[in-house]
């Protein structure tokens, strides 16, 4: 058998390594400015990029596609050149995958902050960039493939099979999540409308957990601890077990985040049962990584690489756990829209995903560099203040989601609600809150002490880019093909898998045909009193959109009594069929806000606006000064409309030729129901006079941005509550 | 609702890809041995002494 030389690639992990801790840094402080946004809510006052809305899925894209994702590429590289014997397939590709995820990095960076935002959580990024996520994706799969086509060990360690999993399924669901027909360079609006919009954003949401923040990971598991360990994984064929029958289980689950949603019942109860059934297979890989380190708990004690594994494998197995029971009806009926979500995904992602990361980077750092770690100390006080860390963040969110929701619930004898005003349930979880900021803060000090390690310990040693090693090449023998025989003529041999491969490609052609008939068939309305957004409500929508409302507030009442009683008739599906895209939210920050049309003056919207405390006493929510400030540029509304059309809402030509007037009409209605508050009449007569005398430009409240957004709020959930008659539902 | 057929068919050629893959897997021998890739993982074949020129050191990046 013959030996050769060959060196692995070790410059791309030290970049994707460094990469992954400058973002994590930023992501990380990105989160712990929004925690102390919560008790300080104007403290970005007036920077409408440093709003709470704009920054929250900046910062969950970047812990989640930065943070992770360069750490999911370092370990990935490193690894899989081990495993396989064999250098990345290509230098370039590598080179193109790293630069090319910095570059989308950035522009979210950028475009996050503008208010550029589709709105689906953790795919908020604008079309643009969810093509270039594409191809850098596809990138990686094509390197990580190359280099298994030219591996030197026949056998594919399990950790390889997890990271082709994940190459796989993220890349179907990016590009099905996508979907979205672009208005102008940076405006899209999502192909899919309402409930179907939210099936397949959480069918895409729950498996970007399960293949970006899981599978990825539990293949660095399988890598690292053992490595760290220097012991073999307690069963390696449970990990096969594991690694099957934990994906093929988690694409089902999606439905779970729309329980009691407008949602049919027989795909929530399929969510579930397959949330339930992934208790097993979670549980499994957990007990696999842990008892890897049987033998071996003694170097738990004084390795903090193992302390991080150790805390990292703990953690995914509580989120696990958690994940099966916030499944189950009754249990989801308490917890969604609550902080226990909080505290559940940040179980995952501080513990999970961040321990793990952080026990890898010690591990690789002093391996790659052929230095001792600059300071153990200093790795053992960053396991320590993390580990308070997460738990001074978890245990408050648990407490306060259990006390909000109960609050929420809460029926005094004679039927109404005991805090009927949400801001009580609000005011009652502050010291939660200051609680969680001060867990992220300890988290945080423990990264940066990190750094700070690392930088010691690479200055002290040297980076060997290029590692030379060595490895039997690979002999080809087959006992499925035989010499010369080309794989069609060997699949011809084989009936079973010429039908499946058969079958895939007959799906895939039946897919992209049936996709647009179903979409727009299911776009025509069930409930006959629900009319397509008006112009100004369409623009008002996007100013929704833009300033990320939909971070705190939801648009879904869910058919229980306590909020029924509280919001108003619960939501049902046909009143979304022209939301494109869904905003039904997963978080309440603050109240639901489906049935809000009507509920308010427009007055009281202006002022809640620009003042959210002096409406609302002891409101958390920032001040938006800039909406009632600035014009509107509402000059792509024709682009818009037509876009709606295409994707199946009924505008009639004459009402996108229309558009124009029609705004006007309905902005000045809403400027003269303004003028109703004399308090507003006097001070907005006073501006206008004043500018008139310094010769300043003065814009007229009609052509400002509250007054698309007031029209937009005042429509919300009204289609319904206007015609409270019969014959409210056609045929659904 | 009907995009949940979309859904499902994705869902289902995905999950039909992994078994596609799994009964290669298994067809062609990855599983034979649930013991040795274990332990051979652990081996480093790293060569300590680096012979050739391509060593770069890198003090202050």
């Known amino acids: 058998m ?94 193109f995958n790293f630069w090319g995820w910095q570059l989308i990095i950035v522009a979210a960076a950028i475009t996050l902050p503008l208010g550029y935002t589709s709105s689906k959580e953790y795919a908020e990024l604008e079309w643009p960039i969810d093509i270039a996520i594409a191809l850098v994706w596809v990138a990686f799969g094509v390197n990580l493939i190359g280099t298994m086509i030219k591996r030197r060990q026949r056998h594919l360690y399990v950790a390889i099979w997890f990271y082709l999993a994940t190459f796989v399924t993220v890349a179907v669901l990016h590009i099905f999540n996508s979907l979205e ?31 970006f923040l899981t599978t990825p990971f539990l293949g660095l598991m399988y890598y690292f601890v053992p490595k ?128 793990l990361t952080f026990g890898m980077i010690y ?35 648990y407490v306060a989601g259990f006390t909000q929701a109960l609050m929420w619930k809460d029926f005094n004898p004679d039927g109404t609600l005991v805090y009927g005003n949400f801001l009580e349930t609000v005011n009652e979880i502050m010291p939660m809150y200051w609680m969680r900021a001060i867990g992220g803060s300890l988290y945080i000090v423990g990264a940066i002490v990190m750094i700070y390690n690392v930088v010691r310990t690479i200055k002290a040693g040297s980076v060997i880019e290029d590692e030379l090693a060595e490895a039997s090449a690979l002999t080809r023998v087959s006992k499925k093909r035989t010499a010369g025989e080309t794989f069609h003529t060997w699949l011809e041999r084989k009936p079973i898998q010429l039908t499946i491969l058969a079958t895939i490609a007959i799906l895939i052609g039946g897919i992209i045909q049936i996709v647009p008939t179903i979409l727009v068939k299911s776009n025509i309305p069930t409930i006959t009193s629900v009319k397509p957004y008006t112009p100004l409500e369409l623009e008002g929508r996007d100013l929704y959109i833009r300033e990320g409302c939909v971070s705190c507030h939801s648009q879904m009442v869910r058919p229980f009594r306590s909020e029924v009683e509280r919001y108003g008739e619960y939501a049902k599906a046909g009143e979304f069929v022209y939301d494109h895209p869904f905003l039904w939210g997963s978080k309440r920050t603050g109240p639901d806000l489906l049935r809000v049309g009507g509920k308010y003056s427009d007055n009281w919207h202006l002022n809640h606006m ?51 007037a029609s705004m006007d009409a309905q ?66 | ?59 202050n990046k």
């Open chain 1, 2 to 95: 013959e030996v050769q030389q060959f060196y692995y690639d070790n410059k791309i992990v030290k970049n994707f390594l460094y990469a992954t801790m400058f973002w994590g840094i930023v992501g990380m402080s990105v989160g712990l400015l929004l925690a102390f946004m919560f008790m300080f809510p104007n403290l970005t006052d007036g920077i409408s990029w440093l709003s709470f809305g704009r920054l929250r899925p900046l910062h969950t894209n970047a812990v989640i596609f930065a943070f992770v994702g360069n750490a999911i590429y370092a370990g990935v590289y490193y690894s899989t050149q081990r495993l396989l014997k064999a250098r990345m397939y290509s230098d370039f590709l590598s080179k």
């Open chain 1, 181 to 211: 027909l672009p208005v102008t360079g940076l405006k899209s609006y999502s192909v899919y409308a309402g409930v179907q919009d939210a099936l397949v954003q959480w069918w895409y949401g729950h498996n970007a957990v399960a293949f």
């Open chain 1, 228 to 355: 760290a360990a220097n012991r073999p994984v307690y069963s390696y064929r449970l990990s096969i077990v594991h690694f099957w029958s934990l994906i093929f289980i988690y694409i089902w689950a999606g439905p779970h985040h729309l329980l009691y949603s407008a949602l049919p019942d027989w795909a929530q109860n399929l969510g579930v049962a397959f949330s339930i059934m992934l208790l097993a297979p979670s549980w499994g890989g957990m007990i696999n990584g842990l008892l890897t380190l049987r033998g071996a708990w003694d170097k738990v004690r004084t390795d903090p690489v193992l302390k991080f594994m150790v805390v990292a494998i703990t953690g995914y197995g509580m989120a696990t756990f958690e994940g099966p029971m916030l499944s189950l009806k009754n249990v989801n009926a308490i917890a969604h829209f609550s902080d226990w979500i909080i505290a559940h995904v940040h179980v995952g992602a501080l513990a999970w995903n961040g321990f």
């Open chain 1, 363 to 397: 591990w690789l750092v002093p391996k790659m560099t052929k230095k001792k770690l600059f300071s153990t100390p200093l790795a053992n006080f960053h396991f320590w203040i993390g580990t308070l860390g997460i738990i001074l963040y978890a245990l408050p969110m």
């Open chain 1, 610 to 660: 620009y003042d959210p405390q002096s409406t609302s006493s002891g409101s958390i929510m920032p001040a938006y000064a800039w909406l009632i400030r600035d014009e509107h540029d509402r000059s792509d509304i024709q682009a818009k409309m037509e876009a709606m059309v295409t994707l199946g809402v009924p505008y009639t030509d004459e009402d996108i030729a229309n558009a124009e």
């Open chain 1, 667 to 732: 902005a000045k209605q809403i400027e003269k129901n303004l003028y109703s508050d004399p308090d507003f009449a006097k001070t907005y007569e006073a501006d206008k006079q004043y500018a008139a005398e310094n010769g300043e430009k003065f814009i007229e409240m009609r052509d400002r941005e509250i007054v698309s957004l007031i029209a937009y709020l005042q429509r919300l959930g009204t289609d319904i509550k206007v015609k409270e008659t019969g014959e409210l539902l056609s045929d659904n």
């Open chain 2, 1 to 59: 609702m009907s995009v949940i057929y979309v859904l499902l068919a994705i869902s289902l050629v995905v999950a039909i890809i992994f078994f596609a893959a799994f009964i290669f897997s298994v067809r062609q021998g990855q599983y034979d041995d649930a013991y040795t890739p274990s332990v051979r993982m652990l081996f480093e074949d790293e060569l300590v002494k680096p012979k050739k020129k391509k060593v770069k050191s890198e003090l």
